[in-house]
């Protein structure tokens, strides 16, 4: 892709619509090769940018899912202890010794999704997603420096793996902690907002295609004035989506139909929040705009 204008062509054919910051961003990660780090609000699209940006680059998407407690053996790599326990037990039989460098051999390795993404063979890097990196230790964090720095990874028994060509590398995080610097010196960064009303309104078009105008219209501006309010979780383009489908799904055409109340389910996930956004439908039932 020659320029950010084509980044966001080429992803507005996947469906996934962009602004001037994100298409930059992605560009420049493409053409440094550098990974880039999205955060934002959950639901603003961020791990749904990395799997536009594979469709759009007609390549495999591998996907890291991050959270408390994950090893390098789960992200990395991990030897095939049960094989090599077999092979240990046959060579026994054929009363034959195997060494270490035999059992600890790119025969016995098994893949996890980085290594996967630095051996990958294909014409086309891939594009790795480390989702929500911010739900991970510390001590994984430093995991990565290697990889994200030099698109390698370091085997003690084998030695460095360094990938032919880079692959795409997207990291989300919704800040749920703060991130080491040295993660962030490795990578590009963009912050994803919300989208402003004419975008929105045009994902949640494309999204629904059974849903009226009205409709897709009043609830992407109700949901804009939801946000303001004291909520525990801002409903996101994920959560306006859901309940704009089910709406549709139902025959609703108008905020103002009876019944609506018991959709919020949809963009309300807990009970405060859940009370909160019912206020707010009635008030907006009583004095529509």
Known sequence: MKDAEAVRHRLDAVDYLVDDGMAMALFLALRLGRPLLLEGEPGVGKTAAAKALARALETPLIRLQCYEGLTAGEALYEWNYQRQLLAIRLAE?????????DLFSAEYLQERPILRAVRHSGPVPPVLLIDEIDRADDEFEALLFEFLGEAGITIPELGTFTA??????VLTSNRSRELHDALRRRCLYHWIDFPEPARAVEIVRRAVPGATEPLIQTAVQFIGGVRHRELEKAPGMAETIDWVGALSVLG???LAADGVVQTIGTIAKTPDDRAVVAAALGAYQESPP
């Open 252 to 254: 609703v055409t108008d």
């Open 164 to 169: 032919r060509t880079p692959p795409v590398v």
């Open 93 to 101: 039989a054929h009363h034959t010794r195997l060494t270490d460098a």
